[in-house]
């Protein structure tokens, strides 16, 4: 007799339709400038590579200051005091930017400030910059009366950029791949956010509705129940009792036979694609021991009432986990689905069916 005992509908609808996941169009933290941004990193031919500082602020004078803050980021590298005082400049700069763009403004390089437009390489940015930030300072009161050395000095120049600056340019690099690959990603986001909701929505609330030993919740009794008349019919037909249980359904499976009903002999369990492993690390299960593991019991002990338990996972299934470093008595096994989402590849192929039959068959 084959059982699929359906516990979806017992947990609750999303309230609003599943607006919560991300949509189409939202406006950007970035402003339109980000979009400019991406399109003058992406145009950058490979010999303006070492001049990425001035192109990015003829677009973006604050972002090439964010990139310019990298160049401090190995603090071993640099003289003492001398990461303390890039960033210092850097706040600086940033205070001047802000004032002279304002908030809401489109872009903020050379539309804004027309020096920019002099600027070509990289050294010649950074020194105009200094100068612009101290100027602005003087002018405003808000810099010091006797102008220090440049921090150029401080770090030692490469060419006219500070070598780890280096950084900062891979970052603006991303962005070139990040304005490639995004529609792709965000159509595997899009595909990939509602299984990965419903599983996160069913994990919550089974947890929240899972009851106790005395009044067990409704999933709980309605798993429970199917075990039973699986176990009597199997009984009556002289066969194994064999559970397969996929992704949270395995969960709630462990939970119900290691706590709700320790007294259901099951023959062989087969978990596929599950979070077991990880929850039973998590301490999520009712039967969970937070004293385990320890140096007398280095894992969970097997469950008494379980035969043989196969734990199968697709490296590729992000929500897949083992079992066996957890768990005594669990075999894990990996199973290439050859699906796009993994997760929900293993039980339609026919191929981890005829598997696991060629498996069973085999003596533990």
Not at 118 to 142: N, P
Not at 230 to 256: F, K, Q, T, W
Not at 294 to 308: H, S
Request: negative net charge.
């Amino acid at each position: 007799m084959l059982s699929s005992p359906w516990w979806g509908e017992l947990v609750a609808e999303p309230g609003w339709g599943w607006a919560s996941l991300a949509p189409d169009e939202v406006e950007s933290l970035g402003g339109e400038g980000e979009e400019l941004l991406e399109e003058v990193v992406a145009g950058l031919e490979q010999r303006d590579a070492e001049q990425i500082l001035a192109a990015t602020a003829r677009v973006s004078l604050q972002r090439a200051i964010d990139v310019l803050a990298l160049a401090g980021d190995d603090e071993e590298e640099s003289e003492p005091g001398a990461l303390a005082e890039l960033v210092a400049f850097c706040a600086r700069a940033t205070a001047y930017w802000a004032e002279k763009t304002g908030e809401g403004t489109r872009g903020d390089g050379a539309a804004f400030f027309a020096w920019l437009g002099d600027v070509k390489e990289d050294d010649e940015f950074l020194d105009r910059l200094h100068d612009e930030v101290t100027g602005w300072e003087r002018r405003t009161g808000r810099g010091p009366v006797e102008e220090g050395p440049r921090l150029w000095e401080t770090f030692g120049v490469a060419s006219g950029l500070p070598a780890r600056a280096v950084r900062g340019v891979h970052r603006l690099r991303a962005l070139h791949v990040s304005a490639r690959t995004r529609p792709l990603a965000a159509g595997v986001r899009r595909w990939a956010a509602r299984p990965t909701a419903l599983l996160m929505g069913d994990v919550m609330g089974y947890f929240a509705e899972r009851g106790t030993l005395e009044t067990p919740g409704r999933i709980v009794e309605r798993i429970s129940g199917s075990l039973d008349e699986a176990a009597r019919d199997a009984a009556l037909r002289g066969e194994p009792l064999v559970v397969l249980a996929h992704s949270m359904g395995a969960n709630i499976v462990h939970d119900v036979l290691s706590h709700f009903r320790p007294d259901v002999r099951v023959d062989l369990l087969v978990t596929v694609g599950t979070q077991v492993g990880l929850f039973e690390e998590l301490k999520l299960f009712a039967s969970s021991d937070h004293k385990v593991p320890n140096a007398r019991c280095p894992k969970v002990a097997a469950l008494q009432n379980v035969g043989r338990w196969l734990n199968v996972l697709d490296r590729s299934d992000p929500l897949a986990f083992a079992a066996a470093p957890v768990f005594a008595g669990a075999e894990d096994l990996v199973f290439r689905t050859g699906a796009w989402w993994a997760h929900g590849g293993y039980l339609t192929s026919c191929d981890f069916h005829a598997r696991l039959a060629r498996r069973v068959g085999r003596p533990t």
